[in-house]
């Protein structure tokens, strides 16, 4: 199984090359592209080496253009990490943009544990892009594709398989990430470790590695030689730039690496299939007679209701955000458009209103069992999934019931 902290450094930038040691080579790379001189440099993202390097490297260049291995979200959070302190939560919550909030906070707080860990700032080595385009004048190209794109791209193309296989390896590894420090990262990245680790995730994670490698290299690549005028420096981390360099001589549909699949026609079908099967049983079952449609739909009403519930519950949410699970999840489980954990969220958020405090404390209490459950915040994002997951369970044991009795 790929260690998670490879799949991590992958998805949130963090370091999954090697430091900056006397055994790493080509730091940087010199490209002619249609008469362009394209200079790429190879950093870690918690690095103080790379950051000296970019500065040295601008300063000898002057480039016309500096490209940063950034979006413009990450760019702005880059410069002001605190912004998403103002997030709404009430507002991710009917975006449908918990899993993705969740999942980026647990990714930045390992990276910034990590960061810490190495006594190094966490992507200096682009703010130091960022302030060395403002000294000399030259052109800043924010060069990455957007992160939440690369999320859904690689969550819409991810078989369901896919997905479990994924989860599982993030749960069960979780933990081995406590020990890593800068010996750690020498000795995985020494030699053409890096390459056989990333060809391991393409073997065993296909989908993670075509869009979170390949198409990446494909994007920033295509920012690159297009960036304003004959000399441009592009600072990247060092995994991308094998990648980066074979394909700035490639042509790129770019459009179609940059925008988010549509959701399976499929995946459509079972959810408004199981929905429909489901009433229709229950309506039969009312056809034979009263009381059996009574009985089966209790049954349905307390699989999905009790499980729901109990979900909530082993997330500390609040007693009316249990009872809304209880009261919901009937409901939200005959209607794919809607789910129990969004009311149940909505009810905790307003009930138990996140403060000020809990949105700077949660990048170090989300990486703690008793943080998670401490953090108003964390809670909220928390009751949501929970309330789901036993919503979608209870829906199975239920379905299974009732087919089961009616047989």
């Given amino acids: 199984m790929i260690k998670l902290k490879v799949i991590l450094s992958l998805f949130n930038e963090l370091p999954i090359e090697p430091g900056r040691t006397n055994k790493m080579v080509n730091d940087v790379t010199r490209l002619n592209y249609d008469g362009k001189e394209i200079i790429l440099i190879a950093t870690a993202h918690v690095s103080q080496e790379s950051v000296e390097l970019v500065k040295r490297v601008i300063d000898e260049e002057q480039p016309d253009s500096i490209c940063i291995e950034?979006?413009?979200?990450?760019?702005?959070?880059?410069?002001?990490?605190?912004?998403?302190?103002?997030?709404?939560?009430?507002?991710?919550?009917?975006?449908?943009?918990?899993?993705?909030?969740?999942?980026?906070?647990?990714?930045?707080?390992?990276?910034?544990?990590?960061?810490?860990?190495?006594?190094?700032?966490v992507g200096g080595e682009m703010l130091q892009g960022i302030h060395s385009a403002e000294e000399t004048g030259a052109t800043l190209v924010l060069?990455?594709?957007?992160?939440?794109?690369?999320?859904?791209?690689?969550?819409?193309?991810?078989?369901?398989?896919?997905?479990?296989?994924?989860?599982?390896?993030?749960?069960?590894?979780?933990?081995?990430?406590?020990?890593?420090?800068?010996?750690?990262?020498?000795?995985?990245?020494?030699?053409?470790?890096?390459?056989?680790?990333?060809?391991?995730?393409?073997?065993?994670?296909?989908?993670?590695?075509?869009?979170?490698?390949?198409?990446?290299?494909?994007?920033?690549?295509?920012?690159?030689?297009?960036?304003?005028?004959?000399?441009?420096?592009?600072?990247?981390?060092?995994?991308?730039?094998?990648?980066?360099?074979?394909?700035?001589?490639?042509?790129?549909?770019?459009?179609?690496?940059?925008t988010v699949p549509p959701k399976k026609s499929s995946s459509?079908?079972?959810?408004?299939?199981?929905?429909?099967?489901?009433?229709?049983?229950?309506?039969?079952?009312?056809?034979?007679?009263?009381?059996?449609?009574?009985?089966?739909?209790?049954?349905?009403?307390?699989?999905?209701?009790?499980?729901?519930?109990?979900?909530?519950?082993?997330?500390?949410?609040?007693?009316?955000?249990?009872?809304?699970?209880?009261?919901?999840?009937?409901?939200?489980?005959?209607?794919?458009?809607?789910?129990c954990g969004w009311f149940a969220g909505l009810v905790q958020a307003h009930i138990q209103k996140p403060t000020v405090q809990d949105a700077q404390n949660i990048q170090t209490d989300i990486l703690s069992f008793k943080g998670f459950f401490r953090n108003k915040l964390l809670k909220v994002l928390l009751v949501v999934v929970m309330s789901n997951i036993g919503s979608a369970i209870g829906t199975f044991v239920a379905g299974a019931n009732i087919i089961g009795n009616l047989v």
């Fill in 268 to 339: 459509k079908v079972i959810g408004w299939g199981i929905s429909l099967i489901i009433i229709g049983l229950l309506i039969y079952a009312f056809c034979v007679n009263i009381e059996t449609g009574l009985r089966q739909l209790s049954v349905w009403v307390l699989w999905n209701s009790g499980l729901s519930a109990l979900f909530t519950l082993l997330a500390l949410g609040h007693p009316l955000s249990i009872l809304t699970s209880f009261v919901m999840a009937p409901i939200t489980s005959a209607n794919p458009l809607l789910a």
């Fill in 70 to 121: 950034l979006d413009d979200k990450r760019f702005e959070n880059i410069q002001n990490p605190k912004a998403w302190e103002n997030t709404d939560i009430i507002q991710v919550i009917k975006s449908k943009r918990v899993g993705f909030l969740l999942a980026n906070l647990l990714l930045s707080s390992y990276q910034k544990k990590i960061a810490s860990k190495l006594n190094v700032n």
């Fill in 143 to 258: 060069a990455d594709r957007d992160i939440q794109t690369t999320f859904m791209r690689i969550w819409r193309q991810l078989t369901f398989t896919g997905k479990c296989k994924l989860i599982f390896s993030l749960i069960f590894t979780f933990d081995e990430d406590d020990s890593i420090d800068e010996d750690n990262l020498q000795e995985i990245f020494e030699g053409d470790l890096l390459e056989s680790m990333l060809a391991d995730i393409h073997k065993k994670f296909p989908t993670i590695g075509d869009v979170l490698i390949t198409e990446r290299d494909q994007y920033l690549a295509e920012k690159i030689k297009n960036a304003p005028g004959e000399k441009v420096v592009a600072i990247l981390g060092a995994a991308h730039v094998p990648g980066v360099s074979k394909q700035i001589y490639q042509k790129v549909d770019l459009e179609a690496i940059s």
